[in-house]
């Protein structure tokens, strides 16, 4: 069985910066990783992505703003989010694939991360 725990939300100002953490355990997941959001209101979207080969991949309102890393370990991953703006205000999700070739999620619960103005 797979567990991802999210921690590292919290409340910040305008600008400011927080760093996710995710640490998964059990067996069954590779290490592609991803994090997602949620919106009030919104749909879940992705935010960035790890490949098995340490690639990454991000959406475009997280490039040049949000770092994902990944240390293998400690079965950890992570987000660092600078520049941190209102709307991007979201619970914010840890997500891993069973596979490295094909996307087949677990989900963590989620860490709720509120910028304010």
């Known amino acids: 069985q797979v567990q991802l725990v999210e921690s590292g939300g919290g409340s910040v100002q305008t600008g400011g910066s927080l760093r996710l953490s995710c640490a998964a355990s059990?067996?069954?997941?590779?290490?592609?990783m991803a994090w997602f959001r949620q919106a009030p209101g919104k749909g879940r979207e992705e935010v960035a992505q790890?490949?098995?080969?340490?690639?990454?991949n991000y959406a475009e309102f997280a490039k040049d703003r949000f770092t994902i890393s990944r240390d293998n370990a400690k079965n950890t991953l992570y987000l660092q989010m600078n520049s941190l703006k209102p709307e991007d205000t979201a619970i914010y999700y840890c997500?891993?694939?069973?596979?490295?070739?094909?996307?087949?999620?677990?989900w963590g619960q989620g860490t709720q991360v509120t910028v304010s103005e």
């Open positions: 997500a891993a694939s069973s596979s490295c070739g094909f996307w087949d999620p677990y």
């Open positions: 059990g067996s069954g997941y590779s290490s592609r």
């Open positions: 790890i490949f098995c080969d340490e690639s990454t």
